[in-house]
């Protein structure tokens, strides 16, 4: 068998929510092989769709032609033959066709994805929501929002504060973030998990402000307090934060991880198979935290694709903690065939061959790409703030 061509396809897949969350085109990448299996990929990549395709552009003489069971060969010459580096839009384009190769291993052997490897050690993956506000700041708009997810299945639930802070203490964005995490733990109860991302918003002084202000809400983890490529300011807000701290999706390789882990900065890691070079990848990662007793949390707010990629190396981590999934709750929902099920907290281990699913071809040409606009956010005196 043989690798006859790469295909891309972009879906607009626009955001709903008060402009503070980011649009995005799911770029899928289909590899064809010439005895007619095609493997799905995915390599979304919010806001950089014109780069990860042309990167892809860029490797597909590299693999036309080659035996697609040769996963390690293949990664490894899309990573090695070409000289530089490329961060995280090589890491995303490799990704999406590493993702594709693992998929026709799949459907070659009729095994799921995840008896490749071992098979499964858990019979269902607890997930967590992201993305149930819709960006709202207001009370009642957030308590609905959790409560909607909340009939929807999951019993653990992600906020964020998209919303521009001053630097070292910020009494007013401490106290937004406390009254929205408060607003939530009265709707979900004290059974379910409630956890922050500050998307690398705070410097770690602000960051520490805002952990102790939530120390009582008992908080799964706080997820990207500060940059993430700067350790010793994750380390230390890890050192006074009375809650774990989780970072990983802008880390591309377990190399880039490493220097968390001896650290001791990151109680959880949250390798996402779209960006970090693929589901090999983002498995040494987590066995790399498995070594430093941290925990795996897959990072997975794309489209269903990833998240089901991710279930399959969930399926198999001694160390696993819990599963990204944006609760979307209209058509993007339905891209794969069959659909995501959550119950309960849960969704069960995929049983499939390959990653068990299919792309709805007809849906996803039916939305084209859509131009991708990112929040902007700006501090009190103009400045540029992170989003
Ligand atoms: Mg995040």
Known sequence: MRIKDIETIVVGAPTPGNGRLSNRNYIFVLVHTDDGITGLGEATLEGHDRSV???IEDLRSLVIGEDPAR???ITQKLRRQKFWGGGVIKGSAIAGIELALWDIAGRRAQLPVHALIGGAIRDRIRVY???????ALDKE???DGAQRAYERGYRAFKFSTAVASE????AEITRLIVTMAETIREAVGPDSAIMLDGHGRYDRHLAVQIARGLADVDLLFFEEPVQPHRVDDMAAVAGQAPMPIAAGERLTTKEEVLPYLTASALAVVQPDLAHCHGFAEARDIAALADAFGSWAAPHAPMSPLVAVASLHLDATLPNFLIQERL??????DRVILPPLEVSDGYIDVPSGPGWGIELDMNLCRSKPEIVVEMP?????????ADW
């Open 327 to 332: 609760l979307l709750d209209d058509w993007r």
């Open 376 to 384: 902007q956010l700006t501090r009190a005196d103009g400045s540029v």
């Open 129 to 135: 929501a992201n993305g149930w506000t819709g960006g």
């Open 71 to 73: 996963i390690s060969y």
């Open 141 to 143: 708009q957030i308590k």
């Open 167 to 170: 630097p070292v203490r910020d």
């Open 53 to 55: 395709l042309g990167a």
